[in-house]
């Protein structure tokens, strides 16, 4: 993994975050690992997908100059209690609103309305796993005007009753319930 982010490290002069979410690659980094990624020249930081959040702590501590964003969209409260500095998530672009106002909450140690709108948050989350996450947001983005494309091999579109189902997210998103 070092030699891949090596790599696109010498062919960009981009600043670079670093993706690890082990549950889907089965690439399990340890803090020396992570120590190496970070060293590398224009990486500024990493999506942490997992959920070692004392692991996440330790980064934090040795890596003060790096930012670490949440990847795990269902547990944005979690990382943001536990210094994440934001969050990187598909599911943001449907409930972007609301995962900010987390972070605004949190911040303003309202944690009771933070987890409330996580509550909110994983309710969309769910239905959009239920139904394919990327195209479930495809769909719902269409809702709001946004044309995001159509899905490509090997991910199907959704079928006319899974669309009526996406629909019915615009309505938990905006009754906020």
């Known amino acids: 993994m070092k030699a891949y982010y090596q790599r696109l490290t010498e062919e960009t002069d981009h600043p670079m975050v670093i993706y690890s979410n082990p549950a889907f690659t089965g690439a399990q980094f340890s803090i020396k690992d992570y120590g190496e990624l970070l060293a590398l020249p224009n990486v500024i930081g990493v999506k942490y997908t997992d959920t070692d959040l004392s ?14 964003f949440s990847g795990a969209d269902d547990m944005v409260l979690q990382f943001a209690v536990s210094g994440a500095d934001g969050a990187i998530g598909s599911t943001y672009n ?5 995962a900010n106002a987390l972070y605004e909450a949190v ?46 091999f090997p991910f199907k579109e959704l079928t006319e009753d899974e669309r009526k189902q996406a629909e019915k997210i615009v309505d938990i998103i905006s009754s906020g319930k």
């Open 55 to 68: 692991k996440l702590a330790a980064l934090k501590e040795l890596h003060q100059d790096k930012v670490f």
């Open 94 to 98: 449907v409930i972007g609103k609301e």
């Open 107 to 152: 911040q303003d140690s309202d944690l009771q309305n933070a987890r409330v709108l996580q509550k909110q948050m994983n309710k969309v989350i769910v239905q959009l796993e239920e139904l394919g996450v990327y195209q479930a947001i495809k769909h719902v983005l269409k809702q709001y005007g946004v044309d995001a494309g159509h899905m490509k």
